[in-house]
């Protein structure tokens, strides 16, 4: 009654708060979780929901954990910052982070060169995250294999991630079978 708008007068905000959604990925110790929730907290940020998925592990090891947050958008980015300075990993960061997917296909003595790490370093060396791994060894893993990895990458940045790729594959010995990109004639 008295305290409804006005007609014409726009009803009151939320002050322009929005919603985020971060995935990490955390070390499987105790206080983890929480160290990784504090930077959030400090920057402004409002927990709406965490989904900690403990039975899933990364190529790394680790447990991703997916966090939606509400705040200012102008603070969205002091949140990811407080979370990379505290140490912790951010995969993903909003709707902006990943918006493309890439499938390579390496051919090799892929386990004998250490799959694993040569995940990690495709994560960290081409800024991509290993979405699926299909490994095919028919005749053993002490031959010649081949995986198809399938990545997240930041839109625009396919090259770059293919020449990493390529530089990895160099260092392992491994042939890299690069993906069609859209063509300029």
Do not use: W
Not at 126 to 142: H, I
Not at 152 to 174: M, T, Y
């Amino acid at each position: 009654m008295g305290n409804e708008p006005a007609e014409g007068d726009e009803p009151e905000t939320d002050g322009g708060v929005r919603a985020y959604t971060v995935r990490l990925e955390l070390v499987d110790e105790p206080g983890e979780l929480l160290r990784a929730l504090e930077p959030i907290a400090d920057s402004g940020g409002n927990l709406l929901s965490i989904h900690h998925e403990r039975g899933n592990i990364t190529p790394r090891g680790h447990i991703p954990v997916e966090v939606d947050l509400e705040c200012p958008p102008e603070r969205f980015d002091d949140v990811v910052e407080a979370l990379r300075k505290a140490g912790v990993n951010v995969i993903q960061a909003g709707a902006e982070r990943y918006g493309e997917e890439m499938n390579v296909v390496l051919v090799g003595d892929i386990v004998e060169n250490d799959l694993s790490g040569t995940l990690t370093r495709i994560e960290t060396d081409a800024e991509a995250v290993v979405r699926d791994l299909s490994l095919s060894a028919p005749d053993g893993t002490g031959a010649t294999s081949s995986a198809r990895v399938r990545l997240a990458i930041d839109s625009g940045d396919a090259q770059a991630v293919l020449a990493a790729i390529r530089s990895i594959g160099d260092d392992k010995d491994l042939t890299v079978v690069e993906p069609l990109l859209g063509g300029e004639a």
